[in-house]
């Protein structure tokens, strides 16, 4: 069956199950499903955008506004009613009063029932064409579980507005803005790559971001960008992304753990402000394009438990901590910074242990009220000396169990060290 036309292929209105299975969307003006009372059921399907369509499915609870804030009228010489093209290879079923409307294309009224919840389960099925957000879930009272989906060329694959939504074995391709978005919502991701998109991710305020298993690669901006949400990542791969980093996180509670980096412009992990605890990191070839920054692992105003990095091949700092940040790092190994191995800076204070540095101009570095604490270390390979500190204010280095063949910088006054 293929639903050709109109400016939605079929509207759910009043709370009832609609199943598709083997269906086809193209052409429709705003979008090609909507339900705002009910459940949706889709297997086997595929949905194709007019150029300016807006949505693919959207599932909103009540009586919303349209999906950018007004309803479209559909072009001169179009019809506001989609048409059916055939229904040889697939089909709909409506269960409703035998009366109602059925078929593709149908419009189910009944009356209003604001907040009424609507759930979704979608599976096996296609999005290609340049939908602004292929899925959109609106609502509090709003559940979908997506399942082995395919996204090409939709800004946005799934935008979650303060609904529930859970993505499994899932790709998306081709966009230009967040592939995956939560705002005031939940939002599960396992299993799902992206490729390209200015974020692979994106989330403000979420509720709840679990993501497990999850692979961006040449993101525009960066692999993730979360904003104020409650995050629990696992299993992440970010490869070759754009000038905001592999990671960016700004505030928020964030559990990370197992989290592969290669490949970034400026930043391997960013966090600002919140609360960060991070395992189990591997972030290799960061680079900068104007020589400021280029670094490892950059904390600024975070409070972040750190255990089991790497970092390799940093043009900048492989550990920075900055504005007050609190930074424990436990585990670390660091090799070819570019800049220097630990830094604090600007009121920042870092306790370290068991720090091995191959490779970099300095090993440690303190500036601008920075302390740093560092037990069991070995450095090597170092160009400029293995201690820049400044020596104003309430700058402070301490150091135990250290060894280096460098000696330079010891003897600096606020610099205290213990080899043994």
């Not at 964030?254 to 605890?277: F, H, N, P, S, T």
């Not at 104003?392 to 043994?420: I, W």
Request: net charge neutral; charged share 25%; aromatic share 4%.
């Amino acid at each position: 069956m293929v639903v050709q036309g109109g400016l939605w292929g079929l509207e759910v209105t009043d709370g009832g199950h609609v199943r598709l299975a083997r269906v086809g969307f193209s052409g429709q003006v705003t979008g090609a499903v909507r339900v705002e009372a009910g459940r949706l059921d889709v297997e086997d399907s595929r949905f194709e955008a007019a150029p300016a369509a807006m949505v693919g499915v959207l599932l909103e609870s009540g009586r919303a506004p349209s999906p950018e804030g007004g309803e479209q009228s559909a072009p001169r010489g179009a019809s506001s009613k989609p048409e059916v093209l055939s229904n040889t290879d697939g089909a709909m079923h409506v269960p409703h009063d035998s009366k109602a409307a059925t078929g593709a294309g149908a419009r189910q009224e009944g009356p209003r029932h604001a907040g009424a919840l609507v759930e979704a389960h979608i599976r096996g099925s296609t999005f290609t064409g340049p939908y602004r957000r292929a899925v959109r879930l609106r609502g509090a009272d709003v559940r979908a579980t997506l399942e082995d989906l395919q996204f090409t060329g939709a800004a946005t694959a799934v935008g979650v507005d303060g609904a529930y939504a859970e993505v499994r074995r899932s790709t998306a391709e081709g966009g230009q803005a967040a592939a995956f978005s939560v705002m005031d919502g939940t939002l599960i991701l396992d299993e799902v790559s992206v490729t390209g998109h200015e974020y692979g991710v994106s989330a403000m305020q979420a509720r709840k971001l679990d993501v497990h298993r999850f692979t961006s690669v040449r993101a525009i901006r960066a692999g993730m960008g979360l904003l104020m949400s409650r995050v629990r990542l696992r299993d992440i791969v970010v490869r070759d992304s754009g000038a905001y980093g592999g990671l960016q996180f700004s505030g928020g509670d964030l559990d990370v753990q197992g989290v592969r980096v290669d490949g970034a412009a400026e930043y391997g992990v960013m966090a600002l402000r919140g609360k960060l605890r991070l395992r189990d990191v591997d972030i290799r070839r960061v680079h900068t394009a104007d020589g400021v920054t280029g670094d490892g692992l950059h904390l600024r105003q975070v409070e972040a438990d750190v255990e089991g990095v790497v970092v390799r091949d940093a043009q900048g700092a492989c550990v920075l901590a900055a504005q007050n940040a609190r930074v424990s790092l436990r585990g670390a190994k660091l090799e070819a910074c570019g800049y220097v191995g630990l830094l604090t800076d600007t009121l920042a204070r870092m306790n370290a242990a068991n720090v091995d540095i191959q490779g970099a101009a300095t090993a440690l570095g303190a500036l601008g009220d920075g302390e740093l604490r560092v037990e069991s270390l070995s450095a090597s390979g170092l160009e400029t000396g293995f201690v820049h500190a400044e020596c104003e204010g309430a700058t402070q280095v301490y150091l135990k169990k250290f060894r280096s063949e460098d000696t330079r910088g010891l003897s600096a006054r606020c610099v205290h060290a213990s080899p043994k």
